[in-house]
């Protein structure tokens, strides 16, 4: 799923502060990169914060594999 | 959950997932990744010197995750923290140091393989704050705002249904707690030859 996609989701299972907060380098394939993601659990009479934030992702770290291709 | 997956693809990606994570509980120092695990893993994503020297090799060897969810926040003495999909424990371990004997660390995994490696590096360690049961993201086996924190490594891209395991977080979270995520997420479209593959959720 797509970075932006999962954020939506978590403002819409009612986490605010919600982001993407940046991308690990960490890639499991050529489609898939670890990130970052923070979100908070409202506070009753708390106000909503709904900035979300996306960083672009970080400059490869791929390993060779030394086993099977794997994922996560 | 992907609405056009049958019963029987969601089964073949639970087995699969399973299969794979027996192996890896099994196979111990990682190696069945594409990206650096271990203690390299752990020093790329940044954690703490300090935390990994107290760390016995084989705990650190058994890092598989895929970034740093304790760089998103701290967490404080006596914090109630959830690792959901744990694996052999190390962020368990990680939250259990760093909440001190006066907090309380759950690690949570599907794999019952996966929780007997990380019993046994608690066991190693001799941390008496961590817990590790076998369980689902999608149905969390604790009571509404049980926990301060949650945080979790490489693992809602394996859930099926990714807003009911978030929802189950949000639950179990006290109000004003935090969710620290380490996660796979697609950076480009997949192919499709490859995009329908039920392979694609374990390989």
Redesign the interface.
Known sequence: ???KD?LA??L????HRAG??R??????????????????????G?ARDDVASQAE?APA???????????? | MSPEMTEPEIQKVQQGIKE?YDRVAA?GSG??????TGKA?ME??GYSPELIKIFPPEVLAAF?G????F???SLAPGDAVLDIGCGAGVDSLVAAHLVGAGGRVMGLDVTPAMVERARAHQARLGLANVTFQVGEAEALPFPDATFDAIISN?????TLD??KA??EA?RV??????????????????PPD?GDKVENW??
């Open positions: 799923m797509p970075g999962f989701l978590m819409q299972v009612g986490f993407l907060i991308y690990t380098g960490f890639k499991s394939s050529p489609y898939t990169e670890g990130a970052l993601l923070y979100g908070e659990k409202l506070v009753p708390q992702p770290l791929l390993k060779e594999p030394t086993c099977e291709p794997g994922g996560t | 794979k196979a190696g069945c990744f594409q990206y650096p893993g790329l994503q598989c895929v970034g740093n969810p760089s998103l926040g490489g693992v809602f891209n394996l990714k807003e978030l929802n949000h979270l006290k109000p004003g707690g935090r969710l620290m995520l380490a996660d796979m997420v697609l950076v480009a479209a997949l490859l374990f390989q």
